[in-house]
């Protein structure tokens, strides 16, 4: 009765960076669903995925919340692969909604339900001391029921040790934070609140909100959206390992209030607030998840849609 027994794989679903999915099924219960996702060993990511890899996922098996992918079961199979055994989510993602392939019209109360779910998805990982570090629109699958779901921990890990240096080549580049692109090692759910800034943005404008080509044109991009990092707005910056200085002619101060309006206007002054603390280039002053959840964008005009009316394939 190993766990890899009670699991059948079927067809091969997908194939990402780092692994392979299977639509695969309960051997009890032959009408079952689930997706298998066996993690390739022999990449670039290995150093990620090492040692105390099974332990880690091990551990995101007991978060259980409505909007965070289930994961069933963790397994290795020959060669030592990992495979996670997740809820099966065949309606797509974030991403696909956003591109618009099938005409797809949404709104600010439907930004607002989705940012709402993502919201309590990470506040959730937040609270149970785990960093999501990857979060993107093609990590946040939709379910039947229109419920969003954060799924792809594969780079999550435990940050309950502070003292305990993390790589910093985590989220991809385009919702990566300039800590982590100025080489940070200690560093915090800031990361993810980022991230999620990044992908509100996006649900907004409907195209990748900062899509840099290189790590030094990502920060670029940084510094024309939301401002230049400088020890004056973020005391600490310069001590980084990777920081950059930057010429006095070429800073670019914080944008404020008006800047954001002019881009981001449809989601309100409130929702514009919301964005900008979650932009936060210090990482100290980015508000957390807790806050973004307490933000009064949540309780103001229009009210978020309700799931069973959210656009979703099929
Ligand atoms: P990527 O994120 O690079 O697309 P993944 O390895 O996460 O790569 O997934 C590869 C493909 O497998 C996805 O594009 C998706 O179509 C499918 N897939 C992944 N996870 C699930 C799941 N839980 N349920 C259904 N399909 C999935």
Not at 22 to 43: E, F, M, Q, R, W
Not at 142 to 154: Q, S
Not at 172 to 187: H, I, K, N, S, V
Request: charged share 25%; with cysteine; aromatic share 10%.
């Amino acid at each position: 009765h190993e766990t890899k027994e009670k699991y059948v794989k079927d067809k091969k679903l997908g194939e990402g960076t780092y692994a392979i999915v299977y639509l695969g099924h309960l051997k009890a219960d032959p009408l079952s669903k689930v997706a298998i996702k066996k993690i390739k060993v022999n990449t670039e990511y290995r150093d990620g995925l090492s040692m105390d890899a099974i332990r880690e996922v091990k551990y995101l098996q007991e978060l259980s919340h409505p909007n965070i992918i289930a994961l069933h079961a963790v397994f290795s199979s020959k060669n030592q692969n990992l495979n996670l055994v997740l809820e099966f989510l065949p309606l797509g993602d974030l991403e696909m909604l956003i591109k618009d392939s099938e005409g797809i019209r949404y709104g600010t109360a439907e930004v607002k339900a989705w940012m709402g779910m993502l919201g309590r998805a990470v506040w959730f990982c937040h609270e149970n001391f785990v960093l999501h570090r990857d979060i993107k629109p093609n990590n946040l699958f939709i379910a039947a029921d229109g419920e969003v779901k954060l799924a792809d921990f594969g780079l999550a890990r435990s940050f309950s040790d502070p003292y305990r240096p993390m790589t910093y080549q985590v989220i991809t580049r385009w919702y990566r934070p300039p800590e982590l692109l100025y080489g940070a090692r200690f560093y915090s759910g800031a990361v993810d609140v980022w991230s999620m800034g990044t992908v509100f943005a996006e649900l907004i404008l409907r195209v990748p909100f900062l899509a840099g080509n290189t790590d030094i044109h990502q920060l670029e991009l940084i510094c024309q959206a939301v401002g230049t990092p400088t020890e004056e707005i973020w005391p600490g910056v310069s001590k980084l390992e990777g920081y950059v200085g930057y010429e006095k002619a070429s800073i670019v101060p914080v944008r404020g209030k008006d800047f954001y309006l002019a881009r981001f206007g449809t989601a309100g002054p409130v929702g514009v607030d919301l964005l900008m603390s979650m932009l936060a280039l210090d990482p100290r002053k980015r508000s957390t998840a807790r806050q973004m959840l307490e933000h009064r964008w949540w309780t103001s005009d229009p009210r978020p849609t309700a799931k069973v009316d959210l656009p979703r394939k099929g």
